[in-house]
């Protein structure tokens, strides 16, 4: 059955909703779960999106021009408000709220999952890495220090180039960090990675993604998503019903077998996969290898 309570506490203004699954496959009990706080700076989060973007909502007939509309959107808030608030929340900083701590925590446990299947591999050190959608090097720095030739882009000028400060405040010099939309990167790498950048694509974009992502590797993929099931769902479209003010992009939510079909037509098998879940963060975490 599903519970609902509500609490109200100005400001800031918190919803709640508490969850009470039958499935023990969800393995959630009385679940309380905070969706978003209006009135505080609030991280992005699968389900939390624009105002002016609620009706427009509908992956399966998006045009042309609000997919570039799309991009357009998310260079342009990672190259500002998004910026300051993801480089907080990517860093040690003691200036982020709680749901804002929670969403790093869940970005952590991805990037150390990935860290893990390579360290247990011991194959990275000398390879070609090409990190898609690199933000602030969370990903990048740490397999540059494992010995791996890193070439990182994000379609924030203002990532990347915080991810190259970073970089060389640890005196890394075999990675490179530059500005790129991910459609405009090319060459051949060992490994190419992409972590927490599909939330950005629409679902009519998603397989295009993960085929281009493909054509650059020629052994490894990695590559995760928010999954789209029926609890995050409806988790989205409950947050949805109130928007911050503060300007956020868009959402998307992928069916995982969507993702396995891509990746299988592009000539690459699932190895490895993860599920990263907190209140505020969830990602589904593969590894694909080439055939």
Not at 242 to 271: C, D, I, Q, W
Request: aromatic fraction near 10%; proline fraction near 4%; hydrophobic fraction near 35%.
């Amino acid at each position: 059955p599903l519970a609902k309570s509500f609490c109200y506490r100005p400001p800031p203004f918190f919803l709640y909703l508490t969850f009470s699954f039958s499935s023990p496959k969800m393995k959630l009990d009385n679940c309380l779960v905070l969706l978003f706080a209006i009135r505080s700076t609030v991280a992005f989060s699968p389900f939390i999106t624009r105002p002016a973007c609620r009706k427009s909502f509908s992956p399966s007939s998006l045009s042309l021009s609000q997919s570039v509309d799309d991009k357009t959107e998310v260079r342009e808030y990672f190259n500002t408000e998004g910026f300051n608030r993801w480089n907080k929340i990517y860093s040690d900083s003691d200036e982020v709220n709680s749901v804002q701590l929670d969403i790093r925590n869940g970005h952590d446990q991805t990037i150390q999952k990935i860290i893990n299947w390579i360290k247990n591999d011991a194959d990275i050190a000398g390879k070609t890495v090409c990190d898609c959608g690199c933000g602030v090097g969370s990903l990048a720095i740490p397999l540059a220090q494992m010995g791996a030739k890193v070439s990182a882009s994000d379609i924030s000028d203002s990532m990347s180039t915080e991810a190259a400060r970073r970089a060389k405040s640890l005196g890394i010099r075999n990675a490179k960090f530059y500005t790129s939309d991910l459609e405009s990167v090319s060459g051949k790498y060992h490994t190419v990675s992409c972590v927490d950048v599909a939330i950005h694509y629409p679902t009519s974009q998603m397989v295009g993604m993960i085929t281009h992502l493909c054509s650059l590797a020629d052994d490894r993929v990695l590559i995760s998503f928010a999954p789209k099931t029926w609890y995050y769902v409806l988790l989205k479209k409950v947050g949805e019903l109130f928007p911050g003010p503060s300007k956020t992009t868009r959402a998307y939510l992928h069916e995982e077998e969507v993702v396995r079909n891509a990746l299988k037509s592009a000539g690459f098998e699932v190895t490895r996969d993860e599920m990263t879940a907190t209140n505020f963060y969830f990602s589904r975490l593969l590894e694909a290898r080439r055939i």
